[in-house]
């Protein structure tokens, strides 16, 4: 070959695999990476507010961190995971010293010195994986085979406190300001089989159900039990200076919410009470009760006023009239903590127009008066004070960093510092893609839908790609400008990878939604499915205007509530999509509003099956698949306490008597939120190839 033509071939071909990489993004976001991120959970200020302590999740082995703000955490145990199921978790957590942790661990006290690495049991207490500490820290409490022990630290002597009876089993203690009486939580429940008669009798599926749920006190010192009258679902319970105690009750049908306050043995007595005639729309996540550290007041939050936001009043009030609001406008807000002294309270909110970033401020209860403390952009949240009242710290994620722990001066506009980084290496963070909030009128009545937009940077916008919907789950839960900072944070990798391999990501906040106001948050009241799916489909309406997308290779997925909309989505409008995803999605509702499973999510949302069957006939999704004209693929995990595998059997039985395209795939021993890296890993690659299948590889539109 002549040698000049050959250096020209050569140049040619350098030349075309350069430009050919400039079209490409890099690919330095890969599923085996997004499958490691890891996740700390329950921080904790030690005593002399030194330290914190964090439990640390690497996809399934869960270990104790300990961190000093401006260095780097020091890991305290290092467990094996169990051989079969590749996990180990860690139970309660908490500081006996400024040099000594108590935690749990399979139903085992444990201790660790946070300077000596090498965690040891303590001896005896067997049964005391949950527990709680006195005030004084020299005793603990904790429940073993639903009785509950109380028990010395310094010399183990323990004794048995209730001796409750009727298949009750005590929970979660309390302790008074002076150690002097607990009070707890008592359940009783009962397992229930499935029905599901195309299965046979050697496999079955069947579910624990909630028949009954107490508020008990008893003293330190020895007595009977005293139960706190009740009615409906009652939670938080806390002592008060005088050593009453306050607590939440919401109504079986959720449509009335009061804060209660009793003496041992007294008729409880209401100091507040919300009431609406859909349901109490704020998200449990966003609805904490605190009684201050002084226990002379109570903060809380209500959506009386459209928005859930931030009130404060004495807990011996008289009147609704002695409380007072301490936040207000066109956002949400959340409470974070009170400081030691009681006369501040951190909290995190949105901001009128931006309901998908959380912000970081301080207010003081008498004067009403907030400032910010963490203004940067992303999502900041549950700020915790540590114990001299001068520091905080708190969660954050935005849109380069999943969630992780962070320390800032309580002052106006600190520097925070990083307490953890849970991104794995070789991630470059300047490759994720950044999402855009967008809106676009619904299907149902025109209103806004609100939502996020992922379009990576190096997506040739001449050309026409394949999008992806995803749909949130819970029905009640949110979308952030950023990673989500719990249970859907492995999706929004997902997604970053997805966004990275040439995918448009749109994900829409359908009316339900926590985030917003109260009547958004209630508005698919007595029409789960429809209206909510609606606004979904509004959000391939609003792709298809998109030049960059081609509106016939648009797919759509999603987990939980999200699987079960996900089905509604295909059989409303069949054609809309060109295929879908299931994962773990409720198929038919008749069962948990009969009060076998999340009757308290169901009932105020539909009624009952008796009251309103056309409703449930609507949103029972399995009973339409004939109307099913698109790929589906169906992902369980089988030990999903949230929505059991029945669900699952009872789709894909029908499925294939329809004689439906569909695709399963089952993880044994998998959770509802995928965990496990293995799991991560194969579901992601399963998920790919069936979009690449279905959206990607499909019949392209020309751009003109």
Same mark, same amino acid.
């Given at each position: ?86 996990? &180990? ?232 009239? $002695? ?43 008498? &004067? ?30 935005? &849109? ?38 967008? $809106? ?265």
């Amino acid at each position: 070959m002549n040698p000049k033509r050959f250096i020209v071939c050569c140049l040619i071909l350098v030349s075309a695999v350069i430009a050919a990489a400039s079209q490409t993004p890099e690919r330095n976001i890969t599923i085996d990476r997004i499958a490691q991120i890891k996740y700390p959970t329950s921080p904790a200020w030690s005593p002399d507010g030194e330290r914190v302590a964090f439990l640390w999740d690497a996809w399934g082995k869960q270990d104790l961190f300990v961190v000093t703000p401006g260095e780097e955490p020091v890991q305290l145990t290092d467990f094996p995971v169990d051989p079969d199921m590749l996990i &180990t978790d860690i139970g309660s957590v908490d500081w006996a010293s400024s040099e000594e942790i108590l935690f749990g661990k399979e139903g085992q006290l444990w201790t660790v010195s946070p300077t000596k690495p090498g965690p040891m049991r303590v001896p005896g207490l067997a049964g005391a994986g949950s527990f709680a500490l006195s005030p004084n820290r020299g005793q603990i409490a904790f429940s073993r085979n639903g009785q509950l022990w109380l028990a010395s630290l310094e010399t183990k002597y323990e004794r048995q406190l209730t001796f409750i009876e009727g298949g009750l089993r005590a929970s979660a203690p309390v302790f008074s300001p002076d150690g002097q009486w607990l009070t707890f939580a008592a359940s009783r429940s009962t397992t229930i089989q499935y029905p599901l008669p195309f299965n046979g009798n050697l496999i079955r599926s069947y579910v624990n159900a909630n028949q009954e749920r107490r508020l008990g006190v008893v003293s330190t010192l020895g007595s009977n039990v005293t139960w706190i009258p009740t009615v409906g679902n009652a939670r938080s319970a806390q002592f008060t200076a005088d050593g009453s105690i306050l607590y939440e009750e919401i109504s079986p049908d959720r449509k009335t919410r009061e804060l209660k306050v009793t003496s041992v043995g007294g008729v409880p007595r209401t100091i507040w009470k919300d009431y609406d005639d859909r349901w109490y729309s704020p998200h449990r996540r966003d609805s904490k009760l605190l009684v201050s550290p002084d226990g002379e007041s109570v903060a809380f939050v209500s959506d009386r006023q459209g928005w859930v936001h931030l009130y404060v009043m004495p807990v011996d009030t008289a009147s609704e009239k $002695e409380a007072k609001q301490l936040t207000s406008g066109n956002y949400l807000s959340a409470l974070g903590s009170w400081s030691p002294d009681s006369g501040r309270i951190a909290y995190h909110h949105g901001v009128d127009g931006n309901p998908m970033e959380r912000f970081i401020d301080i207010v003081e209860v008498t &004067t009403g008066k907030s400032e910010t403390i963490v203004a940067e952009n992303g999502v900041n949240l549950d700020p915790a004070f540590s114990p001299d009242g001068t520091h905080l710290v708190y969660g954050r994620t935005d &849109t380069q960093n999943s969630l992780d722990l962070f320390a800032v001066a309580a002052e106006p506009r600190s520097k925070s510092v990083r307490l953890s980084d849970s991104m794995p290496p070789g991630m470059d963070r300047t490759l994720l893609t950044t999402p855009v909030a967008v $809106e676009f009128p619904s299907r149902h009545d025109g209103q806004p839908v609100p939502a996020t937009l992922m379009v990576h940077e190096d997506l040739d916008l001449t050309e026409r790609h394949p999008a992806v919907v995803w749909i949130h789950g819970s029905g009640s839960d949110q979308n952030y400008l950023g990673w989500h900072p719990a249970s859907y944070r492995m999706y929004y990798s997902m997604h970053q990878y997805l966004a990275q391999q040439g995918y448009v990501i749109l994900t829409p906040d359908y009316r339900g939604s926590s985030g917003y106001s109260r009547d958004w948050s209630t508005g698919h009241h007595m029409s789960i499915g429809v209206t909510d799916t609606a606004d979904v489909a509004s959000g391939a309406d609003y792709l298809k205007t998109l030049d960059y997308v081609d509106p016939d290779r648009i797919g759509v997925w999603g987990l939980s509530y999200g699987g079960f909309m996900t089905l509604q989505a295909l059989w409303r409008d069949p054609t809309l999509w060109r295929a879908g995803i299931d994962v773990a999605g409720v198929v038919d509702w008749a069962y948990r509003g009969a009060g076998i499973n999340l009757s308290g999510f169901t009932i105020p949302r539909l009624g009952s099956p008796a009251e309103n069957p056309e409703v449930y006939e609507v949103s029972s999704s399995y009973k339409h698949m004939d109307m099913l004209e698109r790929p589906l693929m169906v992902m369980h995990g089988t030990d999903d306490r949230n929505v059991t595998f029945h669900d699952s059997l009872i789709l894909i039985d029908q499925l294939v008597k329809l004689g439906k395209d569909f695709e399963t795939v089952i993880y044994p021993g998998e959770i509802h939120f995928f965990r496990r890296d293995i799991v991560l890993r194969d579901a992601w690659r399963r998920a790919e190839q069936f979009f690449d299948r279905h959206l990607k590889n499909g019949p392209k539109m020309s751009s003109q």
